[in-house]
């Protein structure tokens, strides 16, 4: 009985790129995959050589100010999303205040409603005061 790899292949390959490329870090793809981080660094080893991109001495294959450049954006990026869903908030906030608005006029409409037919000698007086 053989055992199946989890990944093919291919996807090994593409979890590797991304590593290789500095688009995520090797913890990132670890912790999705559900895999050791060894296991992602062997992926990244052997797709290094495939490419034929030198495996570096030390630390991750982007230098310090590449890894920042990527961490920024990838902060931006979040920010940007933060924002447009602070967006959809505001909006969904302000229908709800409306639909507040309109449900405390017909309340207001219902209890002076419900004042004249409490009492009926109020019909001839006017609306009384809520």
């Known amino acids: 009985m053989t055992n199946k790899p989890r990944f093919t292949a291919a996807e090994r390959a593409a979890f590797a ?9 090797v913890r990132e793809v670890a912790d999705e995959c559900g895999v050791p981080r ?5 992926w990244v080893k052997s797709r290094r050589i495939e490419r034929g991109v030198p495996v570096p001495r030390r630390k991750g ?6 890894r920042m450049a990527a961490r920024q954006e990838k902060l931006e990026k979040a920010k940007a999303e933060s924002e447009a869903r ?20 017909a309340i207001a409409a ?12 109020g019909f001839d007086n006017g609306p009384t005061p809520a």
Do not use: C, F, W
């Open 110 to 121: 219902l209890k002076q409603t419900l004042h004249l037919y409490m009492d009926p000698d």
């Open 38 to 42: 060894q296991t992602v660094q062997n």
């Open 61 to 66: 294959g982007l230098s310090t100010p590449e």
């Open 86 to 105: 602070a967006e959809k908030a505001e909006a969904r906030n302000a229908v709800l205040e409306a639909m507040v608005s309109r449900q405390r006029s």
């Open 17 to 25: 790129d991304e590593v290789i490329d500095g688009r995520r870090m």
